[in-house]
């Protein structure tokens, strides 16, 4: 009997215009993240957690391996995983949520090669080790967590300067070859896609055609269709129209646009195609949503979109 397909969903955060970055340490969403074992899941952006803790079973596509209090990951975004935690006393995680190619561009907006190169190394792979294998790293993502926690005077700035210290250390760590952490290279038939993923995160508003999209991945359209269903279980129309739907879902939190104007700058051509494919994926429409501020946190949550408090 042929084994059933893991279920994958994206996890979709967005960050604030004026910040580099998300962190999240709330015990409150905690179980919320944490997902069974068939289930994967991936995020649009580098996702760096500390856990504080507990222990458990963590899933990297394909690979299962132990955590522990006091261990330290990095998953590039568009990586399948989960958390799956063990025993009853409790499991806390700390995570920092963050955009290379925006903080990269900001420091270096004239050095492209050095950008590109940075960034190779950053999502080279993941990682999973002991805080004492990597104290400098730890110690950064500490004061990024305190930073963001208590907002000083001048945090902003102070966590610019830590993001760009933080990337440069994970792509000097991924660039060793002799460490013996758990480190999993990008691989198979999800990492033949990712390249789609990241085109649609950057491309999302534009018109866009499937065998467009399936050119950046080097495929035949019939190729990449087949490919792309197999590993996130739904078609590339469905997954372009979920990114779309989840930015209407913060442009409507976050802004005065009527829906007509979100409906463009998301994408769709008409205000009748947005309002379908809201219904569809959000379970009403975008006005009753908007309407509805009881039931603003439960769609969100139920939609893994986070909504961000005290950053």
Known sequence: MKKAKDKVELRYYDIKQ???LIALQNRNW???YQTEADSLHFHNLLEIGVCMQGHGTMRLEDKVVSYEAGMVTVIPANFPHNTIPRGDAGNTWSYLFVDPEKVLAAFYPDDILLQ???LEHINRQTFLGKETEVPNLKNVITCILNEMNHTPEF???CVRGLSLSLLLMIARLNSKKDIGQEMLRQKNGFDQIRPALEYIRDKYATPMKIAEIASVCHMSESHFRRLFEEN????PVEYLNQVR???ACDLIRKTGYSMEEIAVKVGFSTTSTFNRNFKRIIGTSPYHWKKSPENFETRLADFNILVEKGW
């Open 155 to 157: 945090y902003r700035e």
């Open 116 to 118: 590109q190169k940075l």
């Open 18 to 20: 004026e910040h580099f």
């Open 245 to 247: 739907i989840k930015k």
């Open 30 to 32: 905690q179980n919320k």
């Open 232 to 235: 996130l279980g739904m078609t």
